[in-house]
């Protein structure tokens, strides 16, 4: 259930990463039963880590807190709406609902323009600006053989 003091913590933690010049304006938190299990600030320039996203760190920083890779029965809250990388990123960890406050139209007035991104996933990857090629060695199934087989793999 969407709680609007969970979305103004996800606010503050983009403010104030902005007033400590750690990275972009944005924050997120995780929720799980009312309680926060995780924060996170865009750190992308303060680690030199592209995928240092605000939504990413609250995903890792609850991911730890529940010792678990998922998210189950989790919201995240988010001071803008995510980019692919992170939509990605959520849709891995399976929260049950993403609550957001500013527009990804909204990051773009201000320099974050994800449209790009967007166009470049829904072209081909021969038509992609960075190239994308896909190279045969024999050894390449390899690790998928031995997945397929292993009696102690986590499905995920």
């Known amino acids: ?3 609007q003091g969970f979305l103004e913590e996800a606010i503050q933690e983009a403010i104030k990463n902005v007033e400590n010049n750690h990275g972009g304006p944005f924050g997120a938190i995780v929720v799980k039963n009312g309680e926060i299990i995780g924060r996170g600030s865009n750190v992308v320039t303060a680690t030199n880590d592209p995928s240092a996203h605000a939504e990413i760190q609250a995903i890792r920083d609850a991911c730890r807190y529940l010792n678990h ?3 189950e029965d989790c919201e995240i809250y988010s001071s ?4 692919p990388m992170c939509i990605g ?3 891995w ?3 049950k609902a993403v609550y957001y406050a500013c527009s990804k139209e909204d990051a773009a007035k201000i ?3 994800d449209k790009f991104i967007y166009e470049q996933l829904a072209l081909p990857t021969e038509q992609r ?3 994308m090629k896909q190279l045969t060695i024999p050894q390449a199934s390899i690790p998928f053989k031995l997945w397929g087989h292993s009696t102690t793999k986590i499905n995920y």
């Open 1 to 3: 259930m969407f709680e």
């Open 69 to 71: 890779f998922q998210l």
């Open 80 to 83: 803008c709406e995510p980019c």
């Open 89 to 91: 990123a959520i849709y």
């Open 93 to 95: 960890a399976r929260p």
């Open 111 to 113: 320099g974050f323009d």
């Open 129 to 131: 600006q960075i190239t």
